[in-house]
């Protein structure tokens, strides 16, 4: 009832910039918390930042102070840009949103998206 979609990915030297962008749509009455986790090979998936409705944030120390995570609460999306890429932030970047439902009764959900590829080359 979800649906999270990602852009923004690709290929960029060591050094450059990228935005990531994730659109949320669906049966949603609230967005509590809308984030950006990643999956490099042969490791788990950690998280990267993620940010309230209220505009708090809270970023993983390997991108703090080079990226920022931010969200545009009418348009139900999320952006990350991340600056001076190291070849360590190769990984699939997905997309995470936690609310509630249009639905009676109220019901949470906990939502995904499929991912984006960014690779970061040395």
């Known amino acids: 009832q979800v649906q999270l979609v990602e852009s923004g990915g690709g290929l960029v030297q060591s050094g450059g910039s990228l935005r990531l962008s994730c659109a949320a749509s669906?049966?949603?009455?609230?967005?509590?918390?809308m984030g950006w986790y990643r999956q490099a090979p042969g490791k788990e998936r950690e998280l990267v930042a993620d940010?309230?409705?209220?505009?708090?944030?809270n970023y993983a120390d390997s991108v703090k102070g080079r990226s920022t995570i931010s969200r545009d609460n009418a348009k139900n999306t999320v952006y990350l840009q991340m600056n001076s890429l190291k070849p360590e932030d190769t990984a699939v970047y997905y997309c995470?949103?936690?609310?509630?439902?249009?639905?009676?009764?109220?019901?949470?959900?906990?939502?995904w998206g499929r991912g984006t590829q960014v690779t970061v080359s040395s």
């Open positions: 940010i309230t409705s209220t505009g708090i944030t």
């Open positions: 669906g049966t949603i009455f609230s967005i509590n918390v």
């Open positions: 995470n949103a936690r609310g509630v439902l249009t639905t009676f009764p109220i019901r949470a959900f906990d939502s």
